[in-house]
């Protein structure tokens, strides 16, 4: 047994809203750059729906995550030689026009405009390039369609189920699923980097972009099957989520987290055991992921998995924090969280709490005991919210875990409803979902009134780099321009000037290839990291 520590997310969806205030305070935080615009590290996505960027999910045209071949785990990008022989044109890296084009308007219009019979307007005008550009397609086009008519089709989980449900699809329920970057046990994104310039912190599990070592292949972004790394235009970097490290290393939530309107994201400690994260994404079955990862978490009240995790260095206040971590609690005790797309086979660790109807209402406006556990748990069948459209997101299209968790879910608010009514607690309810009454009600205060430090059990970094009362004032190095590993604006657009080169943060241009400029015969200068320490 090899214990390692990862920080980790659930969200519970039944409370999201869908008002994007989180991915509004990540864009100011971490994207508000030349480069990064159309970039979004945190979106809110309404499903059904195609998702950011369009059709994400569809493996089979973008090659994202792992596949099993020989009973061995292999990107499904391909091997090193069909990587290597797709280094400068890969067909399975995602357009601008996939993402969306971002623009601004032209303001200046309005004031400069002679004076005429017309009222002036503000032209839309792309931020990637500056010229005029029309506007069709944005982040959150399809925000609250629920998918609509005419976005069923590209919806990729739709296209795995039944006519039957397509068919009546207009009567399913719409929900929001925010995502970020999953920060996963077995991440594609960094096994597929040519220059190694993704890694995964052997501390708290973060997966980050050493933005000196990146040399813009961009294989991570096809690699990852969540499109979650982006490419910045200006710096010729790849930059992803952070899951805002500088904040996590001082005991503080993420601002996506710090500011979410519904409070619904929870963050703690989970245990693993390292050996068997391997094995688990090996699993030969796609259905059987979601036990397999479920194998790898340790219960930190095991005296022996507490020895174990300080004898590998993991500090005793980190081993206390995984005891009352909420993240945990959802994922491993009460079993209400579930992974998203577990099939890519990448170990993901952000979770989900699966929306649940309001079946409680829905049987009593039909003249049934709402709170009959026999009549509620059969109602959970005939949600609004498809079961089937749950487990393809959820469990590879499993329902069994997805109907276990949506009857906990139930179950705890049939017996809640009893409790703010006065009624008699009924036992029952609880032990038919396999939990007893202060299960139930433990998980209740979690779910519902849970205060900031439960939902956020965060212990301080042990690296010893900073102190922790220091670790916010120093901040990121991508803060402003000009930090660490970045160049500035204009180092890939133009030619350098003569006379000394320049130094940007401490960082040489020297030995590096502009392959914009690059035309394509030889290979130039820089191409390829020489020895001798040379960045």
């Not at 503080?252 to 703690?268: A, F, M």
Request: aromatic fraction near 8%; glycine fraction near 10%; include cysteine.
């Amino acid at each position: 047994m090899r214990v390692m520590a990862q920080i980790a997310m659930v969200m519970n969806l039944d409370k999201c809203i869908g008002c994007h205030t989180c991915s509004v305070t990540c864009k100011q935080t971490w994207t508000n750059r030349t480069g990064t615009e159309y970039a979004w590290f945190n979106n809110v996505e309404t499903r059904p729906g195609q998702g950011y960027p369009r059709g994400y999910e569809d493996q089979d045209r973008w090659k994202g995550g792992w596949r099993l071949k020989h009973g061995r785990l292999v990107p499904r990008s391909g091997g090193r030689a069909r990587r290597l022989a797709r280094l400068f044109a890969n067909p399975e890296l995602p357009s601008l026009s996939d993402y969306y084009e971002p623009w601004t308007y032209d303001y200046d219009n309005l004031l400069a405009a002679p004076l005429g019979d017309d009222v002036p307007t503000a032209p839309p005008r792309s931020l990637a390039d500056g010229r005029p550009t029309a506007v069709t397609w944005g982040p959150n086009w399809d925000d609250d369609l629920g998918g609509g008519p005419e976005h069923l089709a590209g919806d990729p989980v739709l296209r795995k189920m039944n006519e039957q449900v397509r068919l009546e699809y207009e009567q399913a329920f719409m929900f929001y699923l925010p995502r970020i970057c999953e920060h996963c046990l077995n991440p594609s994104c960094v096994a597929v980097c040519p220059s190694g310039a993704l890694y995964k912190r052997i501390e708290d599990g973060i997966v980050l972009v050493d933005q000196d070592r990146c040399r813009g292949w961009r294989m991570c972004v096809s690699g990852c099957p969540y499109k979650k790394v982006y490419f910045n235009h200006t710096t010729g970097k790849a930059e992803k989520c952070t899951l805002c490290y500088p904040r996590i290393e001082a005991g503080q939530p993420t601002v996506c987290s710090e500011t979410c309107v519904g409070r619904l994201r929870y963050l703690g400690v989970i245990l693993y055991d390292a050996d068997k994260v391997g094995e688990a994404a090996a699993t030969e079955s796609e259905q059987d992921l979601y036990e397999a990862q479920l194998g790898c978490f340790l219960d930190p009240h095991d005296p022996a998995v507490a020895r174990a995790a300080e004898a590998a260095g993991i500090p005793h206040d980190w081993v206390t924090a995984a005891r009352r971590s909420p993240v945990h609690a959802l994922i491993s005790t009460y079993r209400v969280a579930l992974p998203l797309h577990p099939e890519f086979r990448t170990l993901p660790m952000v979770w989900y709490v699966p929306p649940l109807s309001p079946v409680v209402e829905s049987l009593t406006a039909t003249g049934h005991d709402g709170e009959d556990p026999a009549k509620l748990f059969a109602a959970i069948d005939s949600l609004r919210i498809p079961v089937a459209y749950l487990a393809e997101l959820f469990t590879a299209g499993d329902p069994a875990p997805v109907e276990a968790a949506l009857c906990r879910l139930a179950a705890m608010r049939t017996h809640m409803r009893r409790v703010n009514f006065g009624e008699e607690r009924d036992p029952a309810v609880a032990r038919a979902v396999g939990m007893d009454t202060a299960g139930i009600e433990a998980m209740y205060r979690l779910l519902a009134l849970a205060k900031y430090d439960e939902r956020y059990v965060i212990p301080t970094s042990y690296t010893g780099a900073l102190p922790a009362d220091d670790a916010l004032e120093a901040g990121c190095g991508l803060d402003g321009d000009g930090g660490v590993g970045m160049y500035a604006a204009d180092a890939f657009h133009a030619p350098p000037a003569a006379g000394p080169e320049p130094e940007h943060a401490g960082t040489s241009l020297r030995g590096r290839v502009n392959l914009l400029h690059w035309n394509g015969k030889g290979r130039p200068e820089g191409l390829f990291p020489r020895g001798g320490g040379a960045r």
